[in-house]
């Protein structure tokens, strides 16, 4: 990221130091300076000064270091509540036969973070239910969230052709990754792989979200789980928010993506309203459910900066586009979508660095 250089004191040069403790008027007490006489106890009370204030200045410094000590074994604790996967995506590095043969994009200034929502593992395979790149970009003060659907048509690296969502089954986040960044020429940094039923806790322990929508959304969301919706606002608990975030069946994959980044939208807001003790312990209670490849350093840089980047204004878009594919039938009588890479890419490229070169 490109280096700010900040002016102390709005002029562009130094700010002059100013020491405070010599502005004050030292013949304010009595008119003389108390340290001038040459007889007395003068010598003996500057000494005792002295060590008076090396024993706060001791003190001072050691609070620090426990403080210091302290954030770091809070850290370490929430820390280490995260499961790691490191698992090295470029083992998976290969160029599609069908997609564009452009270098990889990417920016220093942004980081592109695949976040692999998992369904709970069953019969010892677990599956990734949806996949969104969620893009911060600190230049523009923007964060860009794309969804890809899971039944793109892809090239699968030590796969061969076969669904998006095959190349978790097959590889895990790191297969993921690389098949992404494969086929849409974007860089993917890192990964956040999360469990979608583990959504409804953390929801709850925020107190629930307020969600808009439509009407066959509320007939269904009635039907299914009893509700008493309408279309507009409703008031969710977290079993609800993510029934609604998974709905297929009223429309389309395209419409389920939208309602899970609208879910995602609406749960950065009301994050926004809780103070910092409540939200450290939303954070406590789900770091059990994740899985990332980010580093330490990474998750603190990413934590201190949490409030500002929630304040981005956030653009959204779900690959493939609008026009950009087909829907076909394979002989096995799997329905996918075969998509246009050169389009997508170039629609990917700009929407995320603003250029689709």
């Known amino acids: 990221m490109a280096s700010r250089k900040n002016s102390r004191n709005g002029r562009g040069g130094p700010e002059q130091e100013i020491d405070r403790y010599d502005q004050v008027d030292r013949n304010q007490y009595g008119g003389r300076d108390i340290y001038s006489s040459s007889s007395g106890p003068g010598p003996r009370r500057r000494r005792k000064k002295k060590r008076r204030g090396r024993k706060i200045l001791t003190a001072f410094l050691s609070l620090l270091v426990l403080l210091a000590v302290g954030l770091f074994v809070y850290a370490n604790t929430m820390l280490s509540r995260i499961s790691r996967d490191n698992t090295d995506p470029q083992s998976y590095v290969q160029l599609p036969s069908d997609a564009p043969s452009w270098d990889v994009a990417q920016d220093k200034k942004v980081t592109n973070i695949l976040l692999i929502g998992t369904d709970r593992e069953k019969d010892g395979l677990r599956r990734s239910d949806s996949m969104m790149l969620v893009s911060i970009d600190n230049q523009n003060k923007k964060l860009h969230?794309?969804?890809?659907?899971?039944?793109?048509?892809?090239?699968?690296?030590?796969?061969?052709?076969?669904?998006?969502?095959?190349?978790?089954?097959?590889?895990?986040?790191?297969?993921?990754?690389?098949?992404?960044?494969?086929?849409?020429?974007?860089?993917?940094?890192?990964?956040?792989?999360?469990?979608?039923?583990?959504?409804?806790?953390?929801?709850?322990?925020?107190?629930?979200?307020?969600?808009?929508?439509?009407?066959?959304?509320?007939?269904?969301?009635?039907?299914?789980?009893?509700?008493?919706?309408?279309?507009?606002?409703?008031?969710?608990?977290?079993?609800?928010?993510?029934?609604?975030?998974?709905?297929?069946?009223?429309?389309?994959?395209?419409?389920?993506?939208?309602?899970?980044?609208?879910?995602?939208?609406?749960?950065?807001?009301?994050?926004?309203?809780?103070?910092?003790?409540?939200?450290?312990?939303?954070?406590?209670?789900?770091?059990?459910?994740?899985?990332?490849?980010?580093?330490?350093?990474?998750?603190?840089?990413?934590?201190?900066?949490?409030?500002?980047?929630?304040?981005?204004?956030?653009?959204?878009?779900?690959?493939?586009?609008?026009?950009?594919?087909?829907?076909?039938?394979?002989?096995?009588?799997?329905?996918?979508?075969?998509?246009?890479?050169?389009?997508?890419?170039?629609?990917?490229?700009?929407?995320?660095?603003?250029?689709?070169?």
């Open 145 to 357: 969230l794309t969804s890809f659907l899971r039944d793109l048509y892809l090239e699968i690296p030590t796969v061969g052709k076969d669904k998006l969502n095959a190349s978790f089954s097959n590889g895990g986040a790191a297969l993921t990754m690389q098949t992404i960044e494969n086929n849409f020429r974007v860089n993917v940094d890192r990964y956040v792989q999360i469990d979608v039923d583990s959504f409804a806790e953390v929801i709850d322990k925020m107190g629930g979200i307020d969600v808009v929508v439509n009407k066959a959304e509320a007939d269904e969301m009635n039907r299914v789980k009893h509700c008493n919706f309408s279309a507009g606002k409703n008031h969710m608990r977290g079993t609800l928010a993510v029934y609604y975030a998974r709905m297929r069946i009223i429309d389309t994959d395209f419409a389920r993506t939208g309602r899970q980044r609208q879910v995602i939208r609406c749960m950065i807001d009301k994050l926004k309203t809780r103070n910092p003790i409540e939200m450290t312990g939303i954070l406590y209670d789900y770091l059990q459910y994740v899985k990332t490849n980010l580093t330490d350093t990474e998750l603190i840089s990413l934590a201190a900066g949490a409030m500002k980047i929630m304040d981005y204004p956030i653009d959204s878009m779900h690959i493939p586009n609008t026009g950009t594919y087909q829907n076909l039938t394979l002989d096995n009588g799997a329905k996918v979508l075969d998509v246009d890479l050169e389009k997508n890419c170039a629609m990917l490229r700009k929407f995320i660095y603003g250029t689709e070169e």
